[in-house]
């Protein structure tokens, strides 16, 4: 009786078993901010596009494709020409997406890593064709404007692709060592040029200010002379006279020096002999 009991609940046990491995390869899960594509093996596949969550599929008939629909960042470094033919390295910083209603079409005609397929070509193409519009000092003095250009163009050359671009950003721009050797040079040289300018223009100024002084002196030598002319040595006495004072005056306000009368020869006036 109780191994009839045992043998019961082993084939209960292995059915449900059975039944729960059925079941569960029926199941599939999209995880939040992905989506799933079905490949039937014998209609190919299907365009209904699986949104997050759990899913029912038919068992070794059907498969899902899932795909991440998340925003994603790609740096893609190219190294191209200008307009005036100098060697410039770019690093194009990209936020891509895929479209979710086009996820057929890019799995049936690009597959499951189309980034790689698809957006090193058309960002170098893009590059190439914009920056061939600037020169090397231009692509510098006008960055914003080349980096607009480059995301338009992008933007709407990943659309035929099924891909959406949320941000196109340069993050990096040099140029070639000519170049950069050509600038420093130039730069250089704009400085001795600044430096020799001040120069001249220090002496100069210089010169004017001798020119200034030996004017203002003859003029003082002319005015003398005329005075002198005028009213004789009396300009002369009077000069002696102010200079007379001043060092008098000087002199009394200085403790070490005392003044003794008129006709007195010592110090302590003692009675003369």
Request: aromatic share 6%; net charge negative; charged share 25%.
């Amino acid at each position: 009786m109780a191994a009839k009991v045992f043998e019961t609940v082993g084939k209960l046990g292995l059915g449900l078993a059975i039944a729960g491995g059925v079941v569960n390869s029926a199941l599939y899960n999209v995880d939040a901010g992905h989506r799933a594509v079905i490949f039937d093996r014998f209609r190919g596949v299907q365009d209904i596009v699986s949104g997050e969550g759990t899913h029912f599929l038919i068992p070794w008939v059907q498969k899902p494709i899932i795909f991440d629909c998340r925003s994603q960042p790609r740096n893609i470094p190219v190294v191209t020409g200008s307009k005036d033919l100098q060697n410039v390295n770019i690093t194009l910083r990209i936020l891509f997406r895929p479209v979710f209603d086009q996820l057929p079409m890019i799995y049936t005609t690009i597959g499951v890593d189309y980034d790689e397929r698809v957006l090193p070509s058309i960002t170098t193409e893009i590059l190439k064709s914009v920056v061939a519009r600037f020169d090397a000092s231009e692509l510098i003095t006008q960055r914003e404007l080349v980096s607009r250009q480059v995301s338009e163009d992008l933007t709407e050359r990943a659309s035929t692709f099924g891909l959406i671009l949320d941000d196109v950003s340069l993050t990096h721009l040099t140029f070639g060592k000519e170049f950069t050797e050509a600038v420093e040079l130039k730069q250089v040289a704009q400085q001795e040029a600044e430096r020799a300018r001040f120069v001249v223009e220090k002496a100069e100024q210089q010169k004017k200010a001798a020119v200034i002084s030996a004017e203002g002196d003859s003029k003082a030598a002319e005015l003398i002379a005329n005075s002198l002319s005028q009213v004789g040595d009396g300009l002369v006495e009077l000069r002696k006279l102010e200079a007379a004072e001043d060092i008098a005056f000087q002199l009394s306000r200085s403790r070490n020096v005392t003044y003794l009368p008129s006709g007195q020869s010592v110090l302590l006036q003692l009675p003369p002999q």
